[in-house]
Each structure stands twice: as structure tokens, then as C-alpha cells.
């Protein structure tokens, strides 16, 4: 295993738009998304903060940055996971979301771990 191997998380992502929170007309399109992350490494880690980058289809971008997420800075050991929902504001009826989660292992080493670009589209608009 190489040494990069021993601090890895997974991110899976799994969204919705929330209609009944939306108002379209006053431009405002709420979706969830549901974020798994798995220690696929071999070190035992916390997630410290998370950084979020959300664009929306106008390009106005949003930076979000915090402790741990939904109130929480969970320890996974290796092969656990940890699944949170929580949720994002748009003006438009598509964006997309990316970002990461600084990590400390149990070894005292701080990584990053990307959470993949993902997108936020109301039903039928995109194929």
C-alpha cells in the first residue's frame, strides 16, 4: 500500500430538488443532496471543516466553509461510513457543487479530500 493509499476517503453524492421549498418565480430553487463518505483508506480520521464551491447556471459563485458538517465532526475508521443531508439555495434552476473536507488522521497527518463536482438541476432540465 503506498503511503497516499492510507489517508482515502470516497464521496458519493445523491441529490433532489426540493419543489415544495422553491418559489421559481422569486428565482429561488432549494435541492438537498445526501453526501456518503467512506474511509477507504487504512488510518483512522476525522473530518475537521469543509469547503463548498457552489456555481449557479449565471456563474455566481458561493464559497462556503465551516467546522466538520450538519454540527458534527465524525471519525471514520477504515472501511466506515458517514452519511449526512443537508442542502443549497440556487437563483437559477441549475448549478453545481464541489469542494472538500480537511482531514485529520489518527497519525496526526492533515489531508484533503476533493468532493467530486456533482450537479443541481430541477426535473427535465437536463438530459
Same mark, same amino acid.
Given at each position: 500500500? /503506498?503511503? +497516499?493509499?492510507?489517508?482515502?476517503?470516497?464521496?458519493?453524492?445523491?441529490?433532489?430538488?426540493?419543489?415544495?421549498? @422553491? *418559489?421559481? $418565480? #422569486?428565482?429561488?430553487? !432549494?435541492?438537498?443532496?445526501?453526501? @456518503?463518505?467512506?474511509?477507504?483508506? @487504512? *488510518?483512522?480520521?476525522?473530518?475537521?471543516?469543509?469547503?463548498? !464551491?457552489?456555481?449557479?447556471?449565471? +456563474?455566481? *459563485? /458561493?464559497?462556503?466553509?465551516?467546522?466538520?458538517?450538519?454540527?458534527? /465532526?465524525?471519525?471514520? #475508521?477504515?472501511? /466506515?461510513?458517514?452519511?449526512?443531508?443537508?442542502?443549497? !439555495?440556487?437563483?437559477?434552476?441549475? %448549478?453545481?457543487?464541489? %469542494?472538500?473536507? #480537511?482531514?485529520?488522521? $489518527? #497519525?496526526? !497527518?492533515?489531508?484533503? @479530500?476533493?468532493?467530486?463536482?456533482?450537479?443541481?438541476?430541477?426535473?427535465?432540465?437536463?438530459?
Amino acid at each position: 500500500m /503506498q503511503d +497516499n493509499d492510507r489517508y482515502e476517503f470516497t464521496v458519493r453524492v445523491k441529490t433532489a430538488y426540493l419543489q415544495e421549498q @422553491s *418559489v421559481p $418565480e #422569486d428565482n429561488r430553487f !432549494v435541492f438537498a443532496y445526501t453526501i @456518503s463518505i467512506t474511509n477507504t483508506g @487504512s *488510518v483512522p480520521a476525522t473530518l475537521l471543516r469543509r469547503h463548498w !464551491v457552489i456555481t449557479d447556471a449565471n +456563474n455566481k *459563485v /458561493q464559497e462556503v466553509h465551516g467546522d466538520g458538517v450538519v454540527g458534527e /465532526q465524525p471519525r471514520l #475508521d477504515p472501511g /466506515q461510513t458517514f452519511q449526512y443531508t443537508s442542502g443549497a !439555495v440556487l437563483e437559477t434552476p441549475v %448549478g453545481c457543487m464541489e %469542494g472538500n473536507y #480537511d482531514m485529520l488522521a $489518527e #497519525d496526526g !497527518v492533515e489531508f484533503a @479530500s476533493p468532493i467530486p463536482i456533482f450537479n443541481l438541476a430541477t426535473p427535465h432540465t437536463l438530459h
